[in-house]
Structures are given as C-alpha cells and as structure tokens.
C-alpha cells in the first residue's frame, strides 16, 4: 500500500516543453509538499498546500505552478522547461497545522521522479 | 543560505560499531528536529525526531541528542548494521511555520561488515 505515490518515475523532455508530475497521498493528511533535490543533493522546499490552499510558497519561478484538485492530490505543472530544472522532484504530506504541535511536521515522502530537460 | 548543515558529507563504520552523524544549525527560532533515511531511488524515510524541549530521543538503536546553546544535533545509530548504510538528512522546522522543513546536505553512511 503506497503512501505517497508520484508519476511519473522518471522524465526526460527537451527544453522548452511543458510537463506534469502527479502526486497522491492516501494517508489522509491535510497538507502536501513539492520539494527539489538538486545537484548538490539539498532538498529545497518549493509549495505547499493544506487543505487545497497554497500555505508556502517558496521563491521558484512562476513557470512552476502547483495545482490541488482536493486534498489527496497536489500535482506540480512545469512550463517552459529549462536545463536547469533537471532535478529529483520529491511531494511529501503530513498533518502539520500552524501553531500545532510539532510532531505534526513529520512529513512521508514520495519515490521522487528524475527530471532530465535536455 | 544553508540554515541546517551537516558537515560530513561521508561515513564508513564497521558493523556493530556506533555511527554519529553530526547536524548544526543556525536558525535559533528552530524547535524541531527530525532526521531521515534515504535510498538510492526512493523518497526519504522519517527515523527519529526530537522536540526542543527535550535533549534526547531514542528509538531502539537510534538515539538523537539536541544541545540548543551549541545549535548541533547528533544522531547515533549502535549498533550499526549493513541495512543501515543509506543517506541520512537533518531536518528543522519553526512551529507555526505549517511543516516546512529545511534539510541538511545529507551524511552517506556505509556500513562495512
């Protein structure tokens, strides 16, 4: 039973295109996360989402846009595709709240898909 | 501007040894701390978290220690075993900042039999 579950696992396109990852969680949780692992392996928040409202929003491009159609799912659209945004795109959910408990925070993460823009 | 940093970017143990895998960070609003596990080819795994009001935390063979004045954490991992050789991440959040987590560079752990 996958928790989190990303498609797809991995894409190529060339530069230019427009591209879509798909991301589910069936654990439940109000609040859903892209983040981007890039090169040098950090992992960087981009969105979140709770409750199909967009609660962070990092500085990312506006070429990069994420859509809730309800609260299991937060898919990321990518237009304009640069070389640069060859990345591992990883979604994550969890219950966190603001001024929650902390525990809340404990994010389950995706098998991440492998963005290769050529 | 790295908030969580973990210095070492590699560390070979030998099986039944202790790992200790350091984290600092620069943040001081931070009141949360986790650390994952990752694979080759999968998302990561949460391991073991601990709440700034504590200094310790341990979960079978993981143990977290949090000493807030220095800002560092560390995780150890006794004894150490072959599944265990994987990537390993800090992570801290503020409360009341929805779960967003900032991740260290992570440590790979080897763990030799």
């Known amino acids: 039973d996958t928790a989190v579950s990303q498609t797809p696992k991995y894409l190529v396109t060339q530069m230019g295109n427009d591209k879509s990852i798909k991301c589910e969680q069936n654990?439940?949780?109000?609040?859903m996360y892209w983040y981007k692992q890039d090169s040098k392996k950090f992992l960087k928040i981009m969105f979140s989402?709770?409750?199909?409202?967009?609660?962070i929003n990092e500085t990312v491009p506006n070429r990069f846009s994420p859509k809730s159609p309800d609260k299991a799912h937060l898919n990321l659209h990518i237009n304009s595709l640069e070389l640069g945004d060859s990345a591992v795109y990883f979604c994550?959910?969890?219950?966190?709240?603001?001024?929650?408990?902390?525990?809340?925070?404990?994010?389950?993460f995706g098998p991440g898909t492998r963005l290769t823009v050529l | 501007d790295q908030q969580v940093k973990q210095n070492s970017p590699s560390l070979s143990v030998q099986e039944g040894r202790i790992s200790i895998l350091n984290c600092d960070y620069t943040?001081?609003?931070?009141?949360?701390f986790l650390w994952y596990k990752k694979y080759p080819a999968e998302g990561p795994t949460f391991l073991i978290s601990?709440?700034?009001?504590?200094d310790k935390n341990e979960d079978g063979r993981f143990t977290v220690f949090l000493n807030k004045s220095a800002k560092h954490l560390s995780l150890h991992i006794v004894p150490s075993q072959p599944g265990d050789s994987a990537v390993y991440f800090c992570?801290?959040?503020?409360?009341?900042?929805?779960?967003?987590?900032?991740f260290g560079a992570g440590t790979q752990v080897v763990v030799t039999p």
């Open positions: 654990l439940g949780h109000d609040t």
């Open positions: 994550a959910s969890s219950q966190a709240l603001a001024g929650g408990t902390s525990s809340y925070n404990e994010q389950f």
């Open positions: 989402y709770n409750n199909k409202e967009l609660i």
């Open positions: 943040n001081s609003m931070f009141d949360y």
């Open positions: 601990i709440s700034s009001i504590k």
């Open positions: 992570a801290a959040s503020e409360d009341d900042s929805w779960g967003k987590l900032q």
